[in-house]
């Protein structure tokens, strides 16, 4: 049904209620950017953040939510509930951090707004007609956390799932590339180089010969497709023909459909080492593939509305410059994750200067805005006529891919 019906919920009333709401989110504003600091302050990476999902999960049950933790297998993973009614909405907390950088990618920012929007819906849930669900995410730097708990089950029966995410510049409509990972791992045989070196089968030489066939596969690959990697061994000393050689690689394509016909090819390069060399070789996907972020377009609709209301900067148009496995629930229920600026292009995520901007006064207020913004949207789904009676959005799902692929395909 279109944006412009009328809602079912007279105007003044909708708009007392994103005011009550506002309010709450704002009453709690003390406590939220103290658990933004706190965790800012202990950085734990992916899969190791046992002490933000606790202090997440502890603010939650102190007002009032059901919370499973651990949950859906995953042992920093949380699923808080409240409510019962028709329309179940997702909060998407992150907060892992990312190696020797610390939350250079903002991520306490992002559990401190989830968190904040829940906390704004939870007096007025079930008059609303609302089931709220916050789910403790962890690992989207490594691991492809969101894609574990998709295909867990732990989105089943969500009609709608947002998160925010901070920036350097201000985006509604978020795209990312679709990501998958390879482990390679060369054996040959050992000979000394100069004593018998044809009996040698040389492993290092055949990592360098993948590397040069993924040289030349580049010049025929479309412009948004990438192949990137490092080598992580390759041999202990030079008088010593290697007999193991290893390497970690990510590809990346626009659409995740493309995504299966780059490995194919990238794995390919990897082959023609082993058989040019005469060693074998073992190739490893070490996590899921990162899906393509599909944002919704009724859910992004009343995002921008309501980041318009609360002043937002203008959102800007972007093509796909990251990844983040979000794209993976955006495959099988509508999703949002809009991008808020809080350095104004000064750095960006991954680099020192931006976790320390994740603790100044932009990030303070991107913490607050989107977690009235998300909780408005949540609002609005639940008063908009365009959400039918057994609570499903409508959307044509028939566009979306399988909620199998969104799962992140093989480990």
């Known amino acids: 049904m279109p944006l412009t019906e009328p809602p079912t919920t007279p105007p003044a009333e909708a708009k007392q209620d994103k005011q009550a709401v506002r309010d709450r989110v704002h009453a709690h504003r003390a406590e939220l ?52 009614g028709p329309v179940t909405v997702a909060l998407v907390c992150e907060y892992d951090a990312l190696p020797e950088l610390g ?29 709220v669900r916050v789910i403790g ?39 990312s590339f679709a990501l998958g990972t390879l482990s390679v791992r060369y054996t040959g045989r050992a000979a000394h180089p100069s004593l018998d070196p044809h009996r040698g089968r040389n492993a290092a030489d055949a990592l360098t010969v993948a590397q040069v066939a993924i040289g030349l596969l580049r010049q025929q690959l479309p412009p948004q497709w ?113 991008v808020l600026d809080i350095t104004g292009g000064a750095c960006a995520p991954h680099e020192a200067a931006f976790a320390e901007a994740a603790l100044g006064v932009e990030a303070e207020r991107a913490v607050l805005d989107g977690a009235v913004a998300m909780a408005w949207t949540a609002v609005d789904l639940a008063t908009d006529q365009a959400v039918d009676q057994t609570g499903d959005l409508a959307v044509d799902q028939a566009a979306r891919p399988a909620a199998e692929a969104a799962a992140g395909g093989v480990r």
């Open 33 to 84: 950017l103290a658990l933004s600091r706190r965790i800012h302050a202990h950085p734990e990476t992916a899969f190791e953040e046992h002490l933000a999902a606790d202090w997440c999960a502890e603010l939650l049950r102190a007002h009032g939510y059901s919370v499973t933790a651990p949950a859906h297998g995953l042992a920093t993973a949380f699923d808080a509930r409240l409510g019962s």
């Open 103 to 131: 939350h250079a990618c903002g991520h306490n920012l992002i559990a401190a707004a989830g968190i904040g929007a829940a906390l704004g819906l939870a007096p007025h849930a079930d008059r609303l007609g609302l089931t």
């Open 137 to 175: 995410a962890p690992a989207e730097e490594r691991g492809a956390g969101k894609a574990l708990l998709l295909e867990a089950g732990a989105f089943d029966g969500v009609d709608a799932a947002m998160m925010v995410h901070p920036c350097p510049v201000e985006i509604a409509d978020f795209r």
């Open 226 to 338: 990438r192949v990137h990697g490092i080598t992580t061994a390759a041999g202990t000393a030079p008088n010593l023909i290697p007999d193991s050689a290893s390497a970690e690689y990510e590809i990346r394509a626009s659409a995740a459909e493309d995504l299966a016909e780059l490995r194919s090819r990238v794995e390919d390069c990897f082959r023609a080492g082993a058989l040019a060399t005469g060693c074998e070789v073992e190739l490893t996907r070490p996590e899921p593939d990162y899906l393509d972020m599909r944002s919704d377009a009724r859910l992004l609709a009343l995002w921008r509305a309501n980041a318009a209301a609360l002043g937002r900067p203008e959102p800007v148009e972007s093509g796909p410059f990251a990844c983040t496995d979000m794209g993976n629930v955006s495959h099988a229920v509508p999703s949002i994750h809009p």
